[in-house]
């Protein structure tokens, strides 16, 4: 059974450090990864994408690590600023449907 | 490009009442299609896909139906809201070798 699990609601961080988003998933079988940012009110947009074949990716300021034997992954934003504030999801993609995290609410404080 | 439309945008409907949330995919064809509902304080839920005309897939028991009349339109249903139908929902799509999940503006449903 798929699922995904962002155990930490929020994350607080200073604008221009590190911000660092969990998530842990139990599927074992091949998977793709991806991150959503999602403001209120709005659809989520898309941000970057690991195929479990890889162990990192990285687009700009945006970095995800997989972890395969933990079956963890994260995202790294350097540096953080305010504009990102928002909800970001992790999201396991098997078998044509993507599951999504519970969420994690990021606020970079100015 | 493809564009994804959604409407309404925010909905209060009575308990008991109908409800019809209707989607569009425009510049693709054969995507596959989903609903997800965003309950207040909690992650994305999904709730049905589709791969084709036809085709629902429900992930979790609910008041709640889908239907695909046409190739790139999505209906999200039910003839008796209840109180816990209230959320965010989402429309989505993607293609069917693709990893990418894109998705509409959503829907606010109160339910009163």
């Known amino acids: 059974d798929q699922q995904v699990k962002q155990n930490s609601p929020s994350l607080s961080v200073q604008e221009g450090r590190i911000s660092i988003l969990n998530c842990d998933y139990t599927?074992?079988?091949?998977?793709?990864f991806l991150w959503y940012k999602k403001y209120p009110a709005e659809g989520p947009t898309f941000l970057i994408s690991?195929?479990?074949?890889?162990d990192k990716n990285e687009d700009g300021r945006f970095t995800v690590f997989l972890n395969k034997s933990a079956k963890h992954l994260s995202l790294h934003i350097v540096p953080s600023q305010p504009g990102d504030s928002a909800v970001y999801f992790c999201?396991?993609?098997?078998?044509?449907?993507?599951?999504f995290g519970q969420g994690t609410t990021l606020q970079v404080k100015p | 490009s493809q564009t994804i439309h959604q409407w309404p945008a925010t909905l209060v409907q009575p308990v008991g009442s109908p409800l019809s949330l209707e989607c569009t995919v425009e510049?693709?064809?054969?995507?596959?299609l989903y609903w997800y509902r965003q309950a207040a304080g909690r992650g994305l839920q999904l709730l049905f896909y589709?791969?084709?005309?036809?085709?629902i897939s429900s992930e979790v028991p609910q008041n709640l139906s889908a239907s695909r009349p046409q190739d790139r339109q999505f209906i999200l249903s039910s003839k008796k809201l209840l109180l816990s139908d209230s959320g965010f929902y989402l429309c989505?799509?993607?293609?069917?070798?693709?990893?990418?999940?894109?998705f509409g503006s959503g829907t606010q449903l109160s339910v009163l």
């Open positions: 999201a396991d993609s098997n078998t044509g449907k993507l599951i």
């Open positions: 599927n074992s079988m091949f998977d793709y």
């Open positions: 989505a799509w993607k293609k069917r070798r693709e990893g990418e999940l894109f």
């Open positions: 589709s791969v084709g005309i036809g085709q």
């Open positions: 510049g693709t064809s054969n995507p596959n």
């Open positions: 690991i195929s479990s074949i890889k």
